[in-house]
Nanobody
Framework: VQLVESGGGLVQPGGSLRLSCAAS????????MSWYRQTPGKGRELVANISSTGDSTNYADSVKGRFTISRDNHKNTVSLQMNNLKPEDTAVYYC?????????WGQGTQVTVSS
């Protein structure tokens, strides 16, 4: 399983970013996908997840109405559109999935929201 995130960066409060995760090494279209985030000194927090077909999504209360998770089962990618970003959204964002009874993580991408 390989998960490679991209799209992080520095953005001002109120701005937007779109994260992408390229997946390989497993049957992507059969697997739910998730985005987590982690800040220094804290554990990883679930941000959003999406079912294998994309029909079902769930979000952390802190990002509802601002973030949108989506997937493209033809391109084996999952994305996280982040709008109206806040300083408290600053974190390393990870793409993750559970396959063959093991959870796999990408290397993470840094998102910094600051003026």
């Amino acid at each position: 399983v390989q998960l490679v995130e991209s799209g992080g960066g520095l953005v001002q409060p109120g701005g937007s970013l779109r994260l992408s995760c390229a997946a390989s090494g497993f049957t992507f279209s059969s697997t739910a996908m998730s985005w987590y985030r982690q800040t220094p000194g804290k554990g990883r927090e679930l941000v959003a997840n999406i079912s294998s077909t994309g029909d079902s999504t769930n979000y952390a209360d802190s990002v509802k109405g601002r973030f949108t998770i989506s997937r493209d089962n033809h391109k084996n990618t999952v994305s996280l559109q982040m709008n109206n970003l806040k300083p408290e959204d600053t974190a390393v964002y990870y793409c993750t999935t559970r396959w063959a009874f093991a959870r796999s993580w990408g290397q993470g991408t840094q998102v910094t929201v600051s003026s």
